[in-house]
């Protein structure tokens, strides 16, 4: 009787492993530089942010200021690296509070169904009715411009889209035999929908949601570049794009060097929001 070789501890773990993913690695490393350099920012930063020196205005990158200065002599270099901390706060409450409502929305929809699903579902083409852009800017011209009425705007508008999704992983999951074991033993509704529904439907929302974080990044430095945003003098990509965008010309570097971050920061997402979305794949 032959014996079956038992795999070498490399074999194990390419089996116990989704197998290398580069944008996974990569999205981290991105979002996880971003991160330190906003949360090191004090430290970091050569200069502070909002100081202003006339004697230097417009200096090109240099030694002593490598990403240059802007027209009010503040070092680039510092308000980028400040500038991450709105940006990346943008980019996850812009997204954390959507999550949340359209997960409470879409479970209670699934699962209840009838005339409470009718009702969401309806509520949800009315706010599909009109332009993602323009809905947001009319809440945030309402309620004055700020992060706060951003972040009601997205919460207003973006929960739709998390609705739609866990309602239906919701309507299948509860058809499986868990559930209706578990309706069977008697178990309130609540627990039925929080305990054991939901916990199986969030994987495609959240996989969803690191890709939706490009988007609330974007929107949110548009934001600040059409002044509804982040107000100055706090430093925010999208208001710096916005302030040397009358300096391209002759101080390119002032809305460069930001506009590059906002494009790097929302490639990391992306890719990350890529990797999660193979690895879930593969273990379906």
Same mark, same amino acid.
């Given at each position: 009787?032959?014996?079956?070789?038992?795999?070498?501890?490399?074999?194990?773990?390419? +089996?116990?492993?989704?197998? /290398?993913?580069?944008?996974?690695?990569?999205?981290?490393?991105?979002?996880?530089?971003?991160?330190?350099?906003?949360?090191?920012?004090?430290?970091?930063?050569?200069?502070?942010?909002?100081?202003?020196?006339?004697?230097?205005?417009?200096?090109?990158? !240099?030694? $002593?200021? %490598?990403?240059?200065?802007?027209?009010?002599?503040?070092?680039?270099?510092?308000?980028?690296?400040?500038?991450?901390?709105?940006?990346?706060?943008?980019?996850?409450?812009?997204?954390?509070?959507?999550?949340?409502?359209?997960?409470? #929305?879409?479970?209670? $929809?699934?699962?209840?169904?009838?005339?409470?699903?009718?009702?969401?579902?309806?509520?949800?083409?009315?706010?599909?009715?009109?332009?993602?852009? #323009?809905?947001?800017? !009319?809440?945030?011209?309402?309620?004055?411009?700020?992060?706060?009425?951003?972040?009601?705007?997205?919460?207003?508008?973006?929960?739709?889209?998390?609705?739609?999704?866990?309602?239906?992983?919701?309507?299948?999951? /509860?058809? /499986?035999?868990?559930?209706?074991?578990?309706?069977?033993?008697?178990?309130?509704?609540?627990?039925?929908?929080?305990?054991?529904?939901? %916990?199986? $439907?969030? $994987?495609?929302?959240?996989?969803?949601?690191? !890709?939706? #974080?490009?988007?609330?990044? +974007?929107?949110?430095?548009?934001? !600040?570049?059409?002044?509804?945003g982040v107000q100055p003098p706090t430093a925010e990509w999208g208001i710096m794009v916005a302030e040397g965008q009358s300096f391209i010309?002759?101080?390119?570097?002032?809305?460069?060097?930001?506009?590059?971050?906002?494009?790097?920061?929302a490639f990391g997402f992306s890719l990350l929001g890529d990797a999660l979305s193979d690895i879930w794949g593969?273990?379906?």
């Amino acid at each position: 009787m032959t014996d079956i070789p038992s795999p070498e501890p490399r074999s194990i773990l390419r +089996l116990r492993l989704p197998g /290398k993913n580069t944008g996974l690695v990569i999205g981290f490393g991105i979002i996880g530089t971003f991160l330190l350099l906003a949360i090191l920012a004090p430290f970091v930063a050569p200069f502070d942010p909002v100081h202003q020196n006339p004697d230097l205005r417009l200096t090109p990158p !240099s030694w $002593a200021h %490598p990403f240059g200065t802007d027209n009010f002599g503040r070092d680039v270099l510092s308000r980028v690296i400040w500038g991450a901390r709105i940006d990346l706060q943008i980019a996850l409450l812009g997204v954390l509070f959507p999550f949340i409502i359209g997960t409470i #929305v879409g479970t209670v $929809a699934g699962f209840f169904g009838g005339i409470v699903d009718t009702i969401f579902m309806r509520i949800i083409d009315i706010v599909l009715a009109f332009p993602f852009l #323009v809905l947001m800017l !009319s809440i945030i011209a309402i309620l004055g411009p700020g992060l706060t009425s951003f972040y009601i705007a997205m919460a207003l508008v973006g929960w739709v889209s998390y609705a739609r999704l866990i309602r239906a992983q919701i309507l299948v999951l /509860k058809t /499986k035999d868990f559930a209706v074991a578990a309706q069977s033993l008697g178990f309130s509704r609540t627990r039925i929908m929080f305990r054991h529904l939901l %916990p199986n $439907a969030l $994987a495609g929302s959240i996989v969803f949601a690191m !890709s939706d #974080v490009v988007l609330v990044l +974007l929107n949110g430095a548009a934001i !600040s570049y059409l002044g509804l945003g982040v107000q100055p003098p706090t430093a925010e990509w999208g208001i710096m794009v916005a302030e040397g965008q009358s300096f391209i010309s002759r101080a390119w570097w002032i809305p460069f060097f930001p506009g590059v971050s906002i494009v790097v920061l929302a490639f990391g997402f992306s890719l990350l929001g890529d990797a999660l979305s193979d690895i879930w794949g593969r273990l379906e």
